[in-house]
């Protein structure tokens, strides 16, 4: 959606027995996950972006992944992550600011997104690390 990274071709090579779910709006501001694979129903939320059109009780919450490939705008050398200005991915993985419990929280994105610094927030939650088509980044520690 807006420029960000497709991951359809990535979904295509995982392993069989992985379960690949894809985001769903939820009325507490948060975000559930449903599984999906390419051909099952999608119907655009009210947002206009694709979610699997799946029963509510099927949804996950986001405690129960492994992993959370997550859209960016931007991201620095921290792995601070500049979203779309909706804060739908920081209060769903709010949880992580107690300590850095699963899910790893990756980034997906393009080289050209990565930014000197962004100015986080208290409500940021910092990616475990940042994949793009040239490297994968892990956070660099911050200095005093």
């Known amino acids: 959606m807006d420029g960000e990274i497709a991951l359809h071709a990535w979904q295509l090579g995982l392993p069989p027995a992985t379960t690949y779910c894809l985001p769903v709006l939820h009325e507490d501001g948060r975000l559930r996950f449903a599984a999906w694979r390419p051909?099952?129903?999608?119907?655009?939320?009210?947002?206009?972006?694709?979610?699997?059109?799946?029963?509510?009780?099927?949804?996950?919450?986001?405690?129960?992944?492994d992993a959370a490939i997550v859209p960016l705008v931007a991201f620095d050398a921290r792995c601070h992550r500049l979203?779309?200005?909706?804060?739908?991915?920081?209060?769903?993985?709010?949880?992580?600011?107690?300590?850095?419990?699963?899910?790893?929280?990756?980034?997906?994105?393009?080289?050209?997104?990565?930014?000197?610094?962004?100015?986080?927030?208290?409500?940021d939650i910092p990616l475990d690390g940042v994949?793009?088509?040239?490297?994968?980044?892990?956070?660099?520690?911050?200095?005093?």
């Open 83 to 123: 979203g779309m200005g909706g804060g739908w991915y920081d209060r769903t993985f709010a949880f992580r600011a107690e300590s850095p419990a699963p899910p790893l929280l990756l980034g997906a994105a393009f080289e050209l997104q990565r930014v000197d610094t962004l100015q986080a927030e208290a409500w």
């Open 39 to 65: 051909g099952e129903p999608l119907a655009a939320n009210r947002h206009g972006i694709p979610e699997p059109d799946v029963p509510r009780e099927l949804l996950l919450d986001a405690h129960t992944l």
């Open 131 to 144: 994949c793009t088509e040239r490297a994968t980044h892990l956070p660099e520690p911050t200095r005093p």
